[in-house]
C-alpha cells in the first residue's frame, strides 16, 4: 500500500503569513509525529498524537505553531505568521502504536 | 524527562574500517529503533532491538540493546560509501512517545 505522504513537497512563503501543511498517514497507524528539522541538523520533536488521547504538544516551540489530526487520519500543521527562522524540511511519520515509524518525503519550508 | 543521547555526533570513516556509534538513556527504554537517514531522505527504520541484551544482525550491522535496557550500539564492519548518513537511534518512554537521539553523520573516506 501506499506510504506517508505529505504536501506540498516545497512551500515558498513570505514572512508574516500563514502555512498548512498536511500529512497523510499510513492508513489504520494510530501513532502519528511531527518533527522539524534543519539542515545538518537532528530531528526536533513537534507534536504526537496517539489514537484518541490527547496530543503530546510539548515540543511546539511557540503558540504560533498547531497541529490537528481529524478523524484519526490526516494531520495538518498550521504555523501562522511565519518567520524566518521557521524555514526548515517538516517531516511527518506514522506507526502502529510502538512499531517502527514510517517517515513522509518532508516539507520543505522556506520563508523569505 | 527522558533524554536520548547518541556519541559520537559525527564519525569519519576511511572505507574499509569498522566503527561504532552508542545510544544512551537516561532512563529505562521498552525498545530501541535505528534509523538511518540518507543525505537528502528522510529516515527509513532499520531495526528494532527488545530484549534485554538482544544482539540483532543486518550484513554487516550489528546492533545490540543493554542489558540495563538504557543503552544501545550500531557496530558497522567494514565500512562501504553506501553507508554514508546519519544514524539515529529511537526508544519508546513510559508513556509510550517515541524520543530520538541527536543522530551519528557518518562521512566515509574512500
Known amino acids: 500500500g501506499a506510504g506517508v505522504s505529505q504536501s506540498p513537497s516545497n512551500k515558498v512563503t513570505e514572512k508574516g503569513k500563514d502555512v498548512e501543511l498536511r500529512c497523510d498517514p499510513i492508513?489504520?497507524?494510530?501513532?502519528l509525529y511531527w518533527y522539524r528539522q534543519s539542515l545538518g541538523q537532528g530531528l526536533e520533536f513537534l507534536i504526537y498524537?496517539?489514537?484518541?488521547?490527547?496530543?503530546?504538544k510539548s515540543g511546539l516551540p511557540s503558540d504560533r505553531f498547531s497541529a490537528e489530526r481529524t478523524g484519526g487520519s490526516v494531520s495538518t500543521l498550521t504555523i501562522q505568521r511565519t518567520q524566518q527562522e521557521d524555514s526548515a524540511v517538516y517531516l511527518c511519520?506514522?506507526?502502529?502504536?510502538?512499531?517502527?515509524?514510517?517517515f513522509g518525503p518532508g516539507t520543505r519550508l522556506t520563508v523569505t | 524527562g527522558q533524554q536520548v543521547m547518541q556519541i559520537p555526533q559525527y564519525q569519519h570513516v576511511q572505507e574499509g574500517e569498522d566503527f561504532t556509534t552508542y545510544c544512551n538513556s537516561s532512563?529505562?527504554?521498552?525498545?530501541i529503533q535505528w534509523y538511518k537517514q540518507r543525505p537528502g531522505g528522510h529516515p527509513v527504520f532499520l531495526i528494532q532491538?527488545?530484549?534485554?541484551?538482544e544482539v540483532k544482525k543486518q550484513k554487516r550491522l550489528t546492533f545490540q540493546f543493554g542489558e540495563a535496557k538504557k543503552n544501545s550500539s550500531l557496530h558497522i564492519t567494514a565500512t562501504q560509501t553506501t553507508d554514508v548518513g546519519t544514524y539515529f537511534c529511537?526508544?519508546?518512554?513510559?508513556?509510550?512517545?517515541?524520543?530520538f537521539g541527536a543522530g551519528t553523520q557518518v562521512v566515509v573516506t574512500p
Open positions: 529511537a526508544g519508546h518512554d513510559s508513556w509510550g512517545k517515541l524520543q
Open positions: 511519520a506514522s506507526s502502529l502504536d510502538r512499531a517502527e515509524q514510517y
Open positions: 532491538l527488545v530484549k534485554s541484551g
Open positions: 498524537f496517539q489514537g484518541n488521547s490527547a496530543p503530546d
Open positions: 492508513s489504520g497507524h494510530t501513532a
Open positions: 532512563t529505562t527504554l521498552s525498545n
